[in-house]
């Protein structure tokens, strides 16, 4: 998939409904209520902070490339999809946002400075310009390699074979596993750049950039379903164990033991607003939500009427029809509808 069909894909979810803005917040994983709402609302999980560092040019350029292809028009306020955009087919993609939210280049990031770190100790080199600097990965790395036993030749063939043996597996293409492959450094080697691989490829480096996360998210997927122990080892707080983020955790506890919205944000020292997102996102996310403290049953499926009448989910055209629901109560029903409930 390449960067443009990832834009096109959430524009497509959105036609008409969300600023062209939007989909550039998705990306980069901003943890604001709108775009939270906006993926349960629209099923965009897969793509949420899939680039968090996107640069907003490189997101700017992307719109311009569509606007020049006819498939997005231009508009200030909201998204239009140009004619041909409907009956463009968009690749399917083993992203998953949602789940892995970025972490995917921590776990990455661990694993090219253990085989860096393996590589020249291999070569009895032993002082080395890390490959990462983020000391935090740096610390976790030493700690994890003095845990295995790094040094010894059985360890370093194992982890070779686990690699190899796990990435055949993952769900992409050839073409996906060499730019990751060649992302990593060891002794005399250097990973490439993103702007070399774009070259080798023939592609643009924000396309060398979605296609190294897909590999890494369906890789992933590989590691969490089998037995890999060296690799599993480097998936500490990668996988996110709940689909909540952690304050909307804190406000479900307090929920849970009897507080009310209103005392939870006194509580916590936060805004109302804050609190609602909150419970828009438990309702997204949590199985056993109940909106019953908030509304009733009835006004709860006049609000999905009306949407489905309006084939809107926008907060305001649904307000204009049903004035007695509050904008809170419209986003908590237009969020469990999104969930099937």
């Keep these: ?102 972490n995917e280049s921590r776990f ?27 000391e935090t990965v740096q610390a976790w790395t030493k700690a994890y390699l003095n845990r295995i036993d790094f040094r010894s030749a059985a360890i370093q063939g194992a982890l070779k074979s686990q690699i190899e043996t796990s990435l055949a597996l993952a769900k992409i293409s050839e073409n996906h596993k060499d730019i990751l492959v060649k992302r990593l450094s060891g002794f005399g080697v250097g990973g490439l750049t993103w702007d070399q691989l774009a070259m080798e490829h023939s592609v643009m480096p924000i396309d060398v950039k979605i296609a190294a996360v897909e590999t890494l998210h369906a890789w992933l997927d590989v590691l969490e379903g089998m037995e890999y122990p060296l690799l599993s080892g480097m998936l500490e707080g990668i996988i996110q164990q709940s689909a909540l983020t952690e304050s909307a955790k804190r406000t479900r506890n307090l929920s849970e033991r009897g507080f009310s919205l209103g005392q939870i944000a006194g509580l916590r020292q936060l805004k109302t607003s804050t609190i609602e997102d909150h419970f828009v996102e438990m309702a997204m996310n949590d199985p056993a939500f109940s909106a019953a403290p908030f509304m ?35 986003r908590l029903a237009l969020a469990m509808k999104g969930a099937g409930k």
């Design 296 to 330: 009733d049953r009835q006004l709860i499926e006049s609000i999905h009427q009306t949407s489905e009448e309006l084939k809107s989910m926008r907060l305001r055209d649904i307000k204009e029809r049903l004035p007695e629901a509050s904008y809170f109560q419209i």
């Design 1 to 102: 998939m390449r960067f443009d069909e990832v834009v096109l894909a959430i524009m497509k979810a959105v036609d008409g409904q969300r600023t062209v803005s939007s989909p550039y917040h998705l990306i980069k994983g901003k943890k604001s209520g709108q775009t939270i709402q906006d993926i349960g609302y629209f099923g965009l999980h897969p793509y949420f902070a899939v680039l968090p560092k996107l640069d907003k040019q490189d997101y700017l350029a992307s719109i311009g490339r569509l606007e020049a292809q006819g498939l997005l028009l231009p508009d200030e306020h909201a998204i239009r999809l140009g004619r041909a955009a409907s009956g463009l087919d968009i690749p399917p993609t083993p992203l998953n946002g949602w789940k892995y939210r970025g």
């Design 108 to 134: 990455f990031a661990r694993l090219s400075l253990v085989l860096q770190t393996m590589s020249n100790f291999m070569q009895d080199h032993k002082r080395f310009d890390p490959v990462v600097t983020d």
